[in-house]
């Protein structure tokens, strides 16, 4: 269970739900927006309770599903009055474990504000809710010439509230720049129930703190965003998906800079992901079409999907064709091929967008990592952990494997090792081992997913004393009562005074 993967104790401060809480909740909802344990469906239960990777089992007070912002004030507000702990879910694919209640904390899920409350056909701006799907989005904006300027491999599952909370990244940043960047406004319920109405569509507001930036990537601990302003891209249809084989990761390095210096206007992914990922995927048959083999025959150490797209197919298709003689005549690549139809995109990227799922199939629990490194450092990491579990006899008793794979785009690698049980000592060793390197080159222990349950006791390994008490001031600030999504985030003081 979370509480005892994340050594942590209950606060006692927080209040226990009682039956006059409930029906409070009741008299606020609707009757299916109020799920208790006993009387829930099991399925349904699971599907808040358990985080995606099937690592944490929550136990919450009671799951409520408010249908408007309204609902969501009287619900913080009743919280906080009561001091009962929240945690704020939307489509719980967290990779940190931050979507889950650790002790009896209620979940509020965001899925029934789901509603697009306006888009503006000029110039893009979206305004939605917080529960809206990620791919829904997409699909209404494509029918209006535009794309979400998000996209990753949970984009089915994930919702739009969920992205702002833990500034996702995914597989398009490098095209579109970060949530801080593309989103314009938030609307966001504060802990003790204040609407804090900043849904502007004004692309430049210099009138003070830009605080919608303090919400994006602040992973439920401030407060609870119910409405989103975006600004959208263009749909271009000139699209080109490479599949390049590697023999070294220097050669993928240099064909990075390559593809920034020629291909500069229409560089829109560089993923990479290694041979036992694409093991992995094979044996759980996880590639679109399935039973489809590996577009590329032999094996070679890393490979790497690009996608490039433009504004019209017939100019992009001929610089694709003279960017893959060019990775051939400077021996780069040691063999690649170029996807141009949707059917043989989506062939192309799913061996590496349905590497997660097919890793987690594999059984043991996964121990998963999302690291920012200097980018000729990005592969390094994995072959040194490799060699360290080897050293340690870890591997392949304990380890079975250790995937490499991400976003070489934007410096951001991770480290997925299935472990064959739910070792926490075993845990710890690897998550210091990965830490303390990535700490040694000025890395960041979390490039997107955020740091939730799981990273909590390691902050200090990317951030000062300093920067950690000054989030806590601002924590303190909007969220006095400590109620929203405690124990994520920050270590507990124990663990800040061991110098982790
Ligand atoms: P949840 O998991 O429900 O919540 C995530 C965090 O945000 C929690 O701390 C939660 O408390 C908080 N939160 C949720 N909703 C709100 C809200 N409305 N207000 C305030 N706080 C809220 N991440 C990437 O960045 N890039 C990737 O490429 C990527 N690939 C992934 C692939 C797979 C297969 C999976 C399973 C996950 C991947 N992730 C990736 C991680 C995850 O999908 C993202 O973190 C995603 O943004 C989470 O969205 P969600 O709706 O599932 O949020």
Request: hydrophobic share 35%; with cysteine; proline share 5%.
């Amino acid at each position: 269970t979370a509480d005892k993967l994340a050594r942590v104790k209950r606060n006692p401060t927080f209040g226990k739900i009682t039956i006059d809480d409930i029906d409070y909740f009741k008299s606020i909802l609707s009757p299916t927006s109020v799920l208790e344990k006993e009387t829930c469906p099991e399925d349904l239960y699971l599907k808040y309770t358990t985080d995606w990777y099937n690592v944490f089992r929550a136990n919450p007070a009671v799951i409520l599903l408010p249908e408007t912002t309204l609902q969501v004030s009287q619900i913080l507000k009743h919280c906080n009055n009561r001091r009962l702990a929240v945690v704020p879910q939307s489509g719980n694919t967290s990779a940190a474990g931050g979507s889950v209640p650790v002790f009896d904390e209620i979940i509020v899920s965001t899925h029934k504000l789901n509603k697009i409350r306006s888009f503006d056909p000029l110039r893009g701006d979206l305004v939605c809710e917080a529960g809206c799907i990620l791919q829904d989005l997409d699909n209404y904006l494509v029918e209006r010439g535009y794309q979400i300027p998000l996209d990753l491999p949970a984009r089915h599952i994930c919702r739009i509230g969920g992205n702002i909370a833990t500034n996702a990244g995914g597989i398009r940043q490098m095209r579109f720049g970060n949530l801080h960047g593309s989103v314009m406004g938030l609307e966001v319920v504060l802990p003790d129930g204040t609407i804090l109405d900043n849904l502007t569509t004004l692309k430049k507001d210099n009138t003070g703190y830009h605080l919608k930036n303090l919400f994006i990537g602040s992973e439920g601990t401030l407060g609870l965003v119910t409405g989103i302003s975006i600004t959208t891209a263009r749909i271009r249809y000139g699209v080109n998906v490479f599949l390049l084989g590697f023999d070294k990761f220097e050669h993928v390095v240099q064909t990075y800079a390559l593809a920034k210096k020629e291909l500069p206007e229409t560089l829109s992914a560089f993923e990479v992901f290694d041979n036992d990922s694409v093991q992995v995927v094979q044996q759980q048959d996880y590639q679109e079409p399935a039973g489809t083999p590996f577009p590329i025959q032999e094996n070679h150490h890393v490979y790497v999907v690009i996608e490039t797209a433009g504004k019209e197919a017939k100019f992009e298709d001929q610089k694709a064709d003279d960017f893959l003689a060019l990775l051939h005549e400077q021996n780069l690549i040691k063999d690649g091929a170029i996807a141009r139809s949707q059917a043989d995109r989506t062939r192309f990227w799913s061996w590496r967008t349905k590497l997660p799922r097919a890793i987690v199939q594999t059984g043991p629990s996964s121990i998963h990592f999302d690291i920012s490194l200097p980018l000729p450092l990005l592969y390094k990491l994995v072959e040194e952990t490799r060699a360290w579990a080897t050293a340690e006899g870890l591997i392949p008793h304990d380890i079975l494997a250790i995937y490499g794979y991400g976003h070489v785009g934007d410096g951001n690698l991770h480290l997925t090792i299935p472990a064959t049980r739910d070792d926490q000592k075993l845990t710890e060793k690897i998550d210091r081992f990965v830490y303390e390197w990535t700490a040694r080159y000025q890395g960041s222990m979390s490039g997107e997913h955020g740091v939730g349950l799981m990273k909590a006791p390691y902050l200090a390994f990317s951030k000062s004393v300093t920067m950690i008490d000054s989030m806590r001031k601002i924590k303190d600030l909007f969220d006095p009562n400590q109620i929203m999504n405690p124990y994520k985030l920050f270590p507990n003081k124990d663990q800040e005074e061991e110098g982790e």
